[in-house]
């Protein structure tokens, strides 16, 4: 037995207390502390039981623990960890290939997160625009309600103020145009724009899909003013569409796309792909992060790259789409005082709260925990779910029950 690691400093109790004494206050998670899962299967430290329909925020797409993915970072874990950027490593190279391949994409650059994937994305396009014509095309047009990652630059070109009250002076140049508003869009988009920034699908802001014309119109508004388009597709990428990415559904093909949440399946990692032309622009030292693309996140990304981008895998994902929105609709007609529609896309869905509850999506998710059912909101106003893309037809009539549970204690309190 190893001394160092039966200290009391790797086995003291702890509890959900214990977050609130020694954790910086950026976050109010649950009650419960989850201590253990498999596939959409969780438990917390009472042992009781919940069926997880959140996916650690449309992160775990193969599920908790997955035994492909334990196997292919076990396994690394023995052989190689971390190099620094001074050497390559073969999964980051077999990764590179594989994302490359399977998109528009002919470059790729890893990091940690969505909103480093994004922030090396801002940055590309600014340089390009610096580089190709001057520094007056410095403007970034992005939605309001959007959601980029929350470093200073990111959370700027995000479309949420209370993500950036006061973080100010922000970053200037960032416009913010109505989502799915062609003509602010027209407006909006001129020569002085370096880059156009848009979720295929808004899933922070309220689980809002993107109208196909609208995504055309700044693809063809970019054409025309040299902009380059960028698609975030953190959340919507990695087959929760039913596609691989959100773009390959809509026919519009951006130059740049960003991804990270699904990618490493819980293990961190992110990603900016792009063409050929625009990966000149980040020449050697121009930017770069420790971490990027390190053995560990790259095999892992690797593993679930290629479990994820089959044709049987992805048929899958929108056939339990159509039966969990299938679902949701008898929902929304058998508790009309709850619930108003059921909007998004693939396994990336959203249920806007009706008048009576307005206000209350965080109610509704409490009450759907006390019934061991884990749930997502999107702002006030909706009720988020994003299952593990592996959810089964059992796990769609499970969480048909507990919902509908919740909802009856819901409505009896009221
Ligand atoms: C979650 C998210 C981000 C930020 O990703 P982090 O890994 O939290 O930095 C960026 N964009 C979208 C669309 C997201 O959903």
Known sequence: MNAKLDST?????????????????????????????????LWDQNGKHYLDFTSGIAVTALGHCNPLVVEAL???????????????????????????EATFADRAFFCNSGAEA?????????????????????????????????TLFTVSVGGQAKYTEGFEPLPPSIDHIPYNDIEAARSAIGDDVCAVVVEPIQGEGGVVPGDVAFLKELRALCDKTGAV?????????????????????????????TAAKALG????????????????TLSVGTHGTTYGGNPLAATVALTVLDT???????????????????TLN??????????????????LLGMVVAEAFKGRSKDIQKAAEAQGLMVL?????VLRLAPALIVSDAQIAEFDGLMRAALDSLTKAA
Request: aromatic share 8%.
């Open 308 to 326: 994820i981008n089959q044709p049987a895998f992805l048929a899958r994902v929108k056939e339990a789409s159509a039966k969990l929105v299938a």
């Open 229 to 257: 388009l960028i698609f975030d597709e953190v959340q919507s990428g990695m087959g929760r569409t039913g596609e691989l990415f959100a773009y390959m559904g809509c026919g519009v093909t951006p130059d740049v796309l």
């Open 118 to 150: 994004n922030e090396a994305a801002l940055k590309l396009a600014r340089k390009h625009a610096h580089t190709k014509f001057g520094a007056h095309k410095s403007r970034i047009v992005s939605c309001f309600h959007s959601f980029h990652g929350r």
């Open 265 to 280: 399946n819980g293990y961190p990692i992110g990603a900016m792909l792009t063409t050929e032309e625009l990966a000149k």
């Open 377 to 381: 909101i999107a702002g006030t106003e």
């Open 9 to 41: 400093v790797t086995t003291r109790p702890v509890t959900r207390q214990t977050f609130d004494e020694v954790l910086v206050p950026t976050y109010a998670p649950a009650a419960m502390v989850p201590v253990r899962a498999a596939g959409l299967d």
């Open 330 to 347: 008898q929902i929304v007609a058998d508790y009309p005082q709850v619930f108003t529609l059921v909007r998004g896309s693939g396994l």
């Open 74 to 100: 076990t396994k690394q874990a023995n052989t190689l960890w971390h190099l620094g950027n001074g050497y390559t490593n073969e999964p980051v190279l077999r990764l590179a290939c594989a994302l490359t």
